[in-house]
């Protein structure tokens, strides 16, 4: 009803865990879909009288976290050879990763280490790693 693209909702690892894929979308309109759509989820949720949280291990324990999963492409990426293209750009953000870490992350890395342990599909907070159909890697390539 929002003209929100949602592509596909899934129950995750941890109990009560719940996610959604917003997109395909366009440019900059991905990062106004996904704000609406949070926006959109919390409001709705607290009408039902449910919690929602954005933390990425909100409950400790033996089990994969929350992280908002981003798939991009460029038009380079998508062309045939566009292996090379994406090389490039892993080259390029491997060199920023504790730069993106805290960016990323309200309190400046605390949080998502409680998540990137390197166990439950994630990567160490202190490696980055790139890989194709790996999903243990910062950077997964399909």
């Not at 293209?85 to 605390?110: N, V």
Request: proline share 6%; aromatic share 8%; hydrophobic share 35%.
């Amino acid at each position: 009803y929002a003209g929100i693209p949602i592509s596909a909702t899934n129950a995750g690892v941890m109990p009560g865990q719940w996610e959604f894929k917003v997109g395909p979308s366009e440019g900059i309109d991905m990062g106004d879909d996904l704000w609406v759509a949070r926006y959109l989820l919390e409001r709705v949720a607290e009408d039902f009288g449910v919690v929602v949280s954005f933390d990425p291990k909100p409950m400790a324990g033996d089990w994969n976290g929350a992280g908002a999963h981003c798939n991009f492409s460029t038009e380079p990426m998508r062309k045939r050879g566009g292996m090379k293209a994406k090389e490039d750009a892993i080259e390029r953000l491997s060199k920023h990763q504790d730069r993106h870490i805290k960016a990323y992350d309200p309190k400046e890395g605390k949080d998502n280490k409680r998540r990137l342990t390197g166990a439950h599909e994630t990567s160490s907070i202190h490696d980055f790693s790139a890989g194709v159909a790996n999903r243990g890697c910062s950077i997964r390539i399909p």
